[in-house]
């Protein structure tokens, strides 16, 4: 590979055993990955963990992202995983893929999601590189063959959310739709609720990332939400749509201490199960009823 390059690289490889097309497994696994690919001048190997349903597929595929933690000392124990939303996808029929991208958890290496000050946030900048990770991970469930190329969508949370509405407009990312739990950036600044260091250019930063979405994408918040308030998702969502992006806007009942973790609350799941299936089955990732 040449030092410099922008595009990810093509190399994609097991990290521990066997690769895991070689037997069918009776009930869901979790298998690391690595993923080679250079991201400007850094050589970087993503990890994660792959759970699928029994059978030889192909089956649907979802990429699964976390969010980012407010404490640069909390990022080295981000694991990527969703137990409870996974165990719905896979029971559903889908291989989850849960990456962990660069500057957290086993991944490691040097953070690249910043957003810089509150005073001039890069929003969308900060998502684009959250959606180069993404982008790697569709690449390498593109290439297994138990995994239908063909219907992938993505799946994120707070600033993962974020990143697969960023994801969504790269031509290079080839899914269905995105659903996004509860995502944006800069929220709960200095861990007060639903305080947000730039909340009109987390809007407007929302239109940018509409005009350029080529999938449909299915946003879920909580009245209580302590990052994203109501009122401020409701103006993301009309941002991202009034610049041509499409996306259907749901916001739930207060759940929990703080409804930003929905996607990982057990009694949380008869909320959001109807609705995301609906929009995989609109989008044709899950077999119209």
């Known amino acids: 590979m040449h030092r410099g390059a922008a595009a990810l690289a093509a190399v994609l490889a097991l990290a521990w055993g066997a690769p895991v097309a070689a037997q069918p497994t009776p009930s869901p696994v979790a298998v690391p990955f690595a993923r080679e690919g250079v991201f400007g001048d850094v050589y970087v190997e993503l990890t994660a963990t792959e759970h699928r349903p029994a059978g030889p597929g192909p089956f649907p595929a979802i990429v699964l992202n976390h969010g980012s933690p407010g404490k640069a000392t909390d990022r080295p124990a981000v694991t990527g995983n969703f137990p409870v939303a996974t165990r719905a996808f896979v029971e559903w029929g889908f291989v989850v893929l849960s990456p962990v991208r660069r500057g957290y958890g086993a991944t490691g290496g040097r953070w690249s999601e910043t957003y810089g000050s509150c005073a001039a946030p890069r929003f969308v900048d900060a998502g684009i590189e959250t959606a180069k990770d993404v982008a790697a991970a569709v690449s390498y469930l593109r290439a297994l063959p138990y ?16 990143g697969v509405l960023a994801a969504a407009g790269r031509p290079d990312v080839p899914v269905r739709g995105v659903v996004n739990f509860a995502g944006g950036r800069a929220g709960r600044i200095g861990g007060v609720p639903n305080k947000n260091c730039a909340p009109d250019r987390l809007v407007a930063a929302a239109g940018e990332l509409g005009r350029a979405a080529r999938v449909p994408s299915l946003w879920l918040y909580t009245e ?16 991202y749509t009034d610049a041509g992006g499409r ?10 201490r703080d409804g930003h973790g929905l996607i990982g609350m057990k009694h949380g799941v008869p909320l959001w199960e109807p609705k995301v299936a ?12």
């Open 147 to 162: 995994v239908d190329a063909d219907r992938i969508v993505l799946v994120g949370q707070s600033a993962g959310g974020w």
């Open 247 to 256: 996306a259907s806007y749901v916001l739930f009942a207060p759940i929990g």
């Open 278 to 289: 609906e929009f995989f089955r609109e989008v044709g990732v899950l077999p119209a009823r």
């Open 224 to 239: 209580n939400d302590q990052y994203f308030s109501p009122e401020l998702s409701a103006r993301m969502h009309k941002a």
